[in-house]
């Protein structure tokens, strides 16, 4: 036996130890390796479980949320503006108006064609044609249009007091109008949405520019 556990590569004295004891260090070495083997499987499923449901709460939370774009109208010049306050008071105005559409969704809204009303005093002035289209996904759709606004066609009891308004050196008008459409998320989820718009502008008619201007 004493024979037999004296190996040329390894003989007993030089290294301090029996056969015996390495067999039984080799497989204490082969428990660690596979221990470690397995904690590093173990490790990875976790790891990989964990991207997974972020993964999916991410999707759910961020990416499948459908939020109604915005519908506003931005800060624009006055092109003409006239105003008469004295003996038939009256205002005629043109402009072209930034009407925008801002999409945050992570997919494309199309939305029908649409009419954004001016109104003063709560009765129209005029009209802004909001043609069919899309606003891309994170993006904002820019659409300019020409206006013409008018007090022709204002009833008598505004009118009868627009001549003071407009001595105040100040026209207010709202924007308001809703765009109708569907928001199509990764090419096949769908969800109709609408977006108003109300914006009120105060306009100062000796300088002829907006100066403020809100959207709810
Ligand atoms: C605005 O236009 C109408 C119709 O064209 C006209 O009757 C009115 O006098 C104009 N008002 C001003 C202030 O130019
Ligand atoms: C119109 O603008 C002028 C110049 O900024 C300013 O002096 C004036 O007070 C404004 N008018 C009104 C009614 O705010
Ligand atoms: C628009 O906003 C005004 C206040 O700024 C509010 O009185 C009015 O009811 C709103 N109109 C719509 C259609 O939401």
């Given at each position: 036996m004493a024979e037999k556990n004296q190996n040329q590569y390894h003989p007993p004295e030089s290294n301090?130890?029996?056969?015996?004891?390495?067999?039984?260090?080799?497989?204490?070495?082969?428990?660690?390796?596979?221990?470690?083997?397995?904690?590093?499987?173990?490790?990875?499923?976790?790891?990989?479980?964990?991207?997974?449901?972020?993964?999916?709460?991410?999707?759910?939370?961020?990416?499948?949320?459908?939020?109604?774009?915005?519908?506003?109208?931005?800060?624009?010049?006055?092109?003409?503006?006239?105003?008469?306050?004295?003996?038939?008071?009256?205002?005629?105005?043109?402009?072209?108006?930034?009407?925008?559409?801002?999409?945050?969704?992570?997919?494309?809204?199309?939305?029908?064609?649409?009419?954004?009303?001016?109104?003063?005093?709560?009765?129209?002035?005029?009209?802004?044609?909001?043609?069919?289209s899309k606003a891309n996904f994170k993006s904002t759709k820019k659409i300019d249009v020409s206006v013409t606004l008018s007090s022709a066609n204002l009833p008598s009891n505004i009118n009868s007091n627009l001549g003071s308004k407009l001595s105040s050196g100040v026209i207010t008008l709202?924007?308001?109008?809703?765009?109708k459409g569907k928001i199509t998320i990764m090419f096949m989820f769908k969800k109709k949405k609408s977006s108003q718009m109300n914006c009120t502008m105060a306009i100062n008619t000796t300088t002829k520019v907006v100066q403020s201007l809100s959207c709810k």
């Open positions: 301090g130890y029996h056969r015996n004891d390495q067999e039984s260090l080799h497989t204490m070495e082969d428990e660690e390796a596979k221990r470690k083997k397995r904690m590093k499987w173990t490790i990875g499923i976790i790891a990989f479980a964990i991207f997974q449901v972020v993964q999916g709460l991410f999707f759910i939370l961020v990416i499948m949320k459908f939020k109604s774009p915005k519908f506003r109208v931005g800060d624009f010049p006055v092109q003409t503006l006239t105003v008469e306050t004295q003996a038939s008071p009256s205002f005629n105005m043109s402009f072209v108006a930034p009407i925008r559409v801002k999409n945050t969704n992570w997919g494309p809204f199309k939305y029908d064609a649409s009419t954004v009303y001016f109104t003063y005093g709560g009765v129209q002035v005029g009209q802004a044609i909001i043609p069919k709202t924007s308001q109008g809703e765009l």
